[in-house]
């Protein structure tokens, strides 16, 4: 058995995956085809329903896989195969040539500007050009020159070579040949992703003409760093379009193509595409063409009503059958007004079809080659109780490969398959990682040595900002013994510059003015490190971000603001001293809150990478909701699930379940939680380091509505799933959809309501193919592969009627009226049986709430710490969460997330020790009046007033003084800025450090001359 | 909002503005006005800190006293603060400084407080923008050493 584990493909859902594995103990490849890894979330201009930018949360994730000593990154690869058994695989690796040697290439980009050949740039979707020798984007990782071989002009004519002759550190090297390597691992996690629809294949929607874009170029037209630079404009004149169509379920929802799948993300992108638009263009009018609009996930009803009612955008209810080009080559569509009941044709400027998520090419060449069954869809086929593992022992898989999923679904799969690595792994862990090894810090001479490194960033910076310049300006500051430009500060071989200037100047302080010190100061910190420098004596001053790229036009003042910014820098850094981090010992157990499904496997997860559980369950006996369920979506049986589940529960000796009770008090932090379980009246502590929540939800109780409660013949979807373990007797049977849910008080999509409709009318009707169901619904939320359950119902002649929310059903003594909004008439439904679907509500979320501190949503539920990029995390650090308690989900979502928490949960407890933050507060007790203010603002109890033995003069006494609990204090300062008497430091942000800065700033840029070689260069203010 | 309304004697003259933002939130608005190009004009320097909740009034009055025309004072909107409410700290902190500040005899454009997300990078640019407008046509601060008044 092997501690190691490949990671097939880089896009998000490999990066966490890696990133998880390699935080537990694993050495892990990560193997990407691309010449950088990012995937399709590079691409993105900004992620729904926040509108995040993705590239900024993407971007520091990039660079700590890049960086993390136990990743090896294999850029620009293919897996040929995979052989071997779970604990020993043998990956065959094709590395392909590059022509550039990644060892030396610094991704200056010089041989960029001046490759002579241009072709169709894949990162803008192919909407600019890009050269021949190329970085795919400017944060790519690794950042490095790739030649595309087929279109470099020497590599397939022997004439140019102009890369070669330009390239300083002499990387490039046209000798290069693909290179096989085989990788010993003992096990493979899949992320390899999906395809997006090629729409080229569907004629009528014309993607022949410029002005017929797919839903990725016009992510990439809203893009800052798009081929527009943001600015939406046609292709074909280059003009701003007034008027934009989306066509919805282009590639998806399509038998004839065999594309039966819902793609699950496109109503959301196309809703997020157009309220950016819009946000860019307020004049813009915007339509959206859709069969059904899925908003199923969190938050995502909610922004689509946004998107109607705040931005205006029309959504209308009707598939255009094509796109129609006029001889003037005007576009414009024809389809279906059912309001009106007529056909309408409309002009539009602009068509954006909402392409489907398809399969890879290379999941697909993958399985075939390594055995890896796929289901009827082409994805990489799982169970409904396993969603991640293969059907070969020892593969897992993540991500869209498995099937359509939006990126905090993909993200939890990911950490998912990396709990069932690790667990597999888990005798092997930490047996091949490596830890980085720093030197001894230096001692300090007692002046301040800064050493000013000034970075060009290509030329992001060094075209607006003089430069040297700035350089020369540093050398004139206090303190400042050395002062240099970069091209790129962040480039490895400006690292080693950096270290040979501190070696060689005797510096002990650093200053690099470049970019944001939020993606980027770990990698100066660490340079510092290797040099012999704590961290802390290390900062960043932003002259990109906050400078060159805000001041394009005005290049004189932007580089007086840099030199402003820098002598700021400098000023401040002058009065760092080093600053530690506390090493402070864990428990490695952790306590699971519920024992549902997601509890459970979450708790089993955790035992199987070998810490102990304490599994809190309220009830009497373990499962949770699913107790309540007949038949799954697969028609397997939840009880049959549900015993090998319990069962594996209670045979696991690292278990410990606790019925009947909960936790009721918690105290500590990270790695040393104390708690105190309530159990039969009885009390007991529990001690532990990480804590998963997955207590659930409960099930909406529609109480007065629609006679629910009244009359018999009305129950919930709940309860007929109930009556479904035996036969019914009713012969007709009406569903009434999103009842309680989609409405002013309750906006949220219930997700599974739509899909457990379908499922239970299908069973109806299987066991009684007399029956009549029909089923009442808004949009049909069949998303996914499940849209197959939706299409299988409509088979077997189940009848979906669709209503308007302004003109709900009535129910009137069992007799179901509702206005057919498709047909424009009434329809009366006398029913045997009236169900009523409706969604799944918070449960007693406030006391784990106020226990950990933990955020609710609006509805209740917990709020993760981020909705895309940590979907299982809580903002307070080693709090996880999982299953309905998040939002209502899926089985196997929440069987997903709940290995995804433990995933997480076990990159805590697998360490030796927990570092705690460096630039905490501390309390100068000669001051401190034990007051108590910082005990009252601290929200993390770091603060505590002790009593304290104070010698005065003749007098001793005791006093109340305030200490800090550096494995506590999260460094936030707000103690200080608090205390009345001055007592409190926020190390690192100290008043004293704040206020050097601000003096530099006011005091202004002196006026100065300086000596150069070539002359005198007049320094003005 | 155009710099022809400033009065004469301020024709050319650039205020200065002393941004506080948060490191979670404002400081990475800052970030995206940067990444997605929102220009404005070159009259802040920003002092970055943990979290809003760090900024001493002190710090504020110590802004003014070294001469600076205004002072902003930035953070993560409420309920989004990366350490629990240290921007409910803030806002409850900003009151008494906006007394403070009339009290000195400043006007309540010079202390400015806003909330602003990590992707709010227009909102950002938008801020300095329509502040430096402000302060223009108020010209430089009476506290200033060697200042108006």
């Known amino acids: 058995m092997k501690g190691s584990v490949a990671v097939v493909g880089g896009g998000i859902a490999g990066i966490q995956a890696a990133l998880d594995l390699a935080d537990s103990g694993f050495k892990t490849y990560l193997i990407e085809s691309r010449p950088s890894i990012g995937g399709t979330m590079s691409q993105l201009d900004k992620t729904f329903p926040t509108n995040d930018c993705a590239m900024c949360i993407l971007s520091p994730k990039l660079v700590e896989t890049g960086r993390h000593p136990n990743i090896e990154l294999l850029s620009y690869s293919d897996v040929k195969s995979i052989t071997g058994k779970a604990g020993d695989f043998k990956v065959k690796v094709v590395k392909k040539a590059r022509y550039v040697d990644e060892t030396k290439c610094t991704g200056c980009g010089t041989c960029t500007e001046k490759c002579p050949t241009k072709v169709l740039d894949e990162y803008n979707a192919g909407m600019s050009k890009r050269k021949a020798i190329y970085i795919p984007f400017a944060q790519a990782i690794p950042r490095v ?63 022949d003409h410029p002005d017929v874009i797919t839903s990725l170029q016009f992510e990439r037209l809203l893009s800052a760093s798009g081929p527009t630079q943001g600015h939406v404009t046609k292709q074909s004149d280059g003009k701003v379009p007034k008027k934009i169509a989306f066509i919805q379920c282009v590639g998806s929802r399509n038998p004839r193509i065999n594309r039966k799948h819902c793609s699950s993300v496109c109503c959301m992108y196309a809703t997020k595409e157009s309220i950016i638009a819009k946000e860019h263009d307020s ?23 946004r998107a109607q009612k705040e931005y205006g955008i029309k959504y209308i209810n009707s598939r255009p059958p094509e796109v129609i080009v006029d001889a003037k080559n005007a576009l414009s569509l024809k389809y279906e007004d059912f309001n009106a009941g007529e056909l309408k044709t409309e002009n539009f400027d602009m068509v954006v079809l909402s392409i489907g998520l398809d399969p890879s090419d290379s999941t697909r060449a993958l399985a075939g080659s390594s055995g890896i069954a796929l289901d009827n869809f082409g994805n990489i086929a799982t169970n409904m109780g396993s969603p991640v593992e293969t059907s070969v022992p020892g593969i897992y898989v993540c991500g869209a490969a498995q099937g359509p999923k939006d990126i905090p679904d993909t993200v939890a799969q990911a950490s998912a398959a990396a709990a069932k690595a690790a667990a597999l792994l888990s005798a092997e862990r930490g047996t091949l990682i490596k830890e980085r090894k720093f030197p001894d810090e230096k001692i300090l001479s007692p002046e301040p040595r800064i050493g000013v490194f000034i970075c060009h960033c290509g030329i992001n910076i060094g075209s607006v900002v003089n430069v040297p310049n700035v350089v020369e300006y540093a050398k004139t500051l206090p303190n400042v013994a050395h002062a240099q430009e970069m091209l790129y500060a962040c480039s490895s071989d400006s690292q080693v510059t950096i270290k040979d200037a501190i070696a060689k100047n005797n510096l002990n302080r650093v200053v690099v003015a470049s970019c944001t010190p939020r993606t980027h100061e770990p990698l100066f910190q660490n340079t510092c490190r290797e040099a012999g420098l704590n961290p802390y004596l290390f900062e960043l001053a932003n002259i990109r971000e906050h400078c060159s790229w805000v001041h394009m036009k005005e290049k004189e003042k932007a580089t007086e603001k840099a030199k402003g910014v820098v002598q700021m820098a400098v000023a401040k850094s002058a009065l760092f001293q080093p600053l530690y981090k506390q090493k402070v010992s864990l428990i490695n157990s952790a306590v699971v809150l519920g024992g549902g499904v997601a509890g459970m496997t979450a708790a089993l997860d955790i035992a199987n990478n070998g810490y102990r559980v304490t599994l809190v369950e309220k009830e009497t006996e373990l499962g949770g909701m699913l107790k309540e369920m007949t038949e799954l979506y ?99 049977i009406t569903m009434v959809q999103c009842v309680g849910a989609r409405n002013k008080e309750r906006e949220y999509c219930g997700r599974t309501c739509c899909i457990d409709a379908v499922k239970n009318a299908v069973r109806i009707k299987k066991a009684n193919s007399n029956a009549n169901v029909y089923v009442l619904y808004r949009d049909m939320r069949t998303y996914g592969v499940m849209e197959r359950l939706y299409e299988n119902a409509r088979d077997l002649g189940i009848i979906f009627i669709k209503y308007d929310a302004e003109k709900p059903p009535a129910v009137q003594d069992g007799a179901v009226t509702v206005h057919d909004s498709m047909l424009n008439e ?92 460096g630039a905490v507060s501390v309390v100068n007790e000669a001051k401190c009046i034990g007051c108590g203010t910082c005990v009252t603002v601290c929200p993390y109890n770091a603060p505590s007033l002790q009593d304290v033995t104070v010698k005065a003069e003749e007098v001793t006494y005791t006093a109340k003084k305030s200490r800090i609990n550096p494995a506590a204090c999260k460094g936030c300062g707000s103690c200080a800025a608090a205390c009345p008497a001055g007592a409190i430091t926020a190390q690192h942000f100290s008043s004293k450090e704040i206020g050097e800065a601000i003096n530099a700033f006011n005091k202004g840029v002196k006026s100065i001359s300086i000596e150069q070689k070539t002359g005198t260069v007049e320094v003005i203010v | 909002m155009s710099a022809e309304a400033a009065p004469a004697k301020t024709d050319g003259w650039e205020p200065k503005i002393v941004a506080f933002c948060c490191n979670w939130c404002s400081y990475g608005g800052a970030d995206s006005a940067g990444m997605g190009r929102f220009q404005q004009p070159p009259t802040a320097r920003i002092i970055r800190v943990m979290c809003s ?97």
């Open chain 1, 826 to 917: 009434d329809i009366e439904i006398a029913s045997d049986l009236v169900v009523l679907s409706t969604p799944l509500v918070a449960g007693e979320n406030e006391e784990i709430n106020q226990l950990f501190k933990i955020p609710l949503d609006k509805n209740k539920f917990f709020l993760e710490a981020h909705p895309k990029l940590r979907p299982v995390d809580f903002a307070t650090d080693g709090v996880f969460l999982c299953g309905s308690a998040q939002a209502p989900k899926l089985l196997d979502e929440a069987i997903s997330q709940a290995s995804a928490a433990a995933s997480r949960a076990c990159t805590i407890l697998s360490r030796k020790f927990i570092e705690t933050e």
């Open chain 1, 145 to 207: 020159a790739t030649i595309d071989a087929s279109k470099c002009m020497y590599l397939t004519k022997g004439k140019c070579g102009v890369c070669k002759k330009v390239c300083g550190p002499k990387a490039v090297d046209y000798e290069q040949k693909d290179k096989e390597i085989e990788l010993d691992v003992g096990s493979v996690v899949l992320a390899t992703g999906f395809k997006p629809f090629d729409p080229s294949v569907l004629k009528q929607y014309r993607f």
């Open chain 1, 634 to 732: 697969d028609g397997k049986k939840p009880a049959d699930v549900l015993k090998e589940l319990i069962q594996k529960v209670n045979e696991n000796k690292n278990i410990v379940v606790v019925n009947e009770a909960k936790l009721i008090k918690v105290e500590g932090y990270l790695g040393n939680f104390k708690g105190i379980i309530q159990a039969n009246g009885k009390e007991m502590p529990v001690d532990f380091g990480a804590a998963v929540v997955a207590t659930g939800a409960r099930n909406f109780e529609p109480a007065g509505l629609f006679n629910y409660g009244k009359d018999s013949r009305v129950v919930t979807q709940a309860q007929l799933e109930k009556m479904l373990g035996n036969s019914i007797s009713a012969k007709t």
């Open chain 1, 283 to 305: 004049d813009l009018d915007i339509t959206i063409f859709h069969i059904d609009i899925r908003a199923f996930g969190k938050n995502f009803e909610e922004f689509y009503n």
């Open chain 2, 53 to 149: 909740g760090r900024i001493d009034p002190l710090h504020v009055f110590n802004a003014f006293l070294e001469g600076a025309d205004a002072v902003l004072v930035t953070g993560c909107h409420i309920g989004d603060c990366h350490y629990v409410n240290g921007n409910d700290k803030t806002k409850i902190k900003y009151k008494f400084l906006e007394n403070v500040v009339r009290e000195l005899g400043l006007e309540k454009e010079r202390l400015q407080l806003n909330w602003i997300s990590a992707s709010e990078g227009e909102k950002f640019a938008n801020f300095i923008r329509d502040v430096t407008a402000q302060i223009k046509k108020l010209g430089p601060s009476p506290l200033k050493p060697g200042g108006v008044s």
